[in-house]
């Protein structure tokens, strides 16, 4: 659930929702595991609920930190928040700091997170993190 939370928000970061962003959310959410049979009213419920709870809550951020902890899930939640923040040809400060957001919370190097953003996307070198670098670390 958390990772199609993850989605729907970037989905919506830019509040303008077309029937093809539509579209590709639910193909999206059937991509995942054990919803590939979802009906669209079963989907249209998922997503219900999903924006209950994202909306302007941020206890739900603490739980996408703290709950959604399995790698490969964050990888996939991670490349669904990307390709529906590019999803204009632009990434906007909201869709860019969100992006940080996921990137810092699910402790993807910078590496890492533009390898996922170019995968989902096919924009190679276009996910440039707003984060600082890194402390060097002294000797």
Not at 36 to 57: F, H, K, P, W, Y
Not at 106 to 116: D, G, N, P
């Amino acid at each position: 659930m958390l990772v199609v939370e993850v989605g729907l928000v970037a989905a919506l970061i830019d509040r303008k929702i077309t029937r093809e962003k539509s579209d590709a959310l639910a193909t999206a959410i059937r991509l995942l595991p054990g919803m590939r049979r979802l009906t669209d009213d079963e989907v249209n419920l998922l997503l219900a609920r999903a924006g209950r709870r994202t909306s302007g809550n941020e206890a739900w951020m603490c739980d996408v930190v703290h709950r959604l902890t399995h790698p490969g899930l964050r990888r996939v939640a991670f490349r669904m928040a990307a390709m529906f923040c590019a999803w204009d040809g632009v990434i906007e400060d909201e869709e860019q700091g969100y992006l940080d957001f996921l990137a810092r919370s699910f402790q993807l190097s910078q590496e890492e997170a533009s390898r996922l953003f170019a995968e989902a996307t096919g924009q190679q070198d276009a996910f440039v993190s707003m984060l600082p670098p890194p402390p060097e670390e002294s000797s």
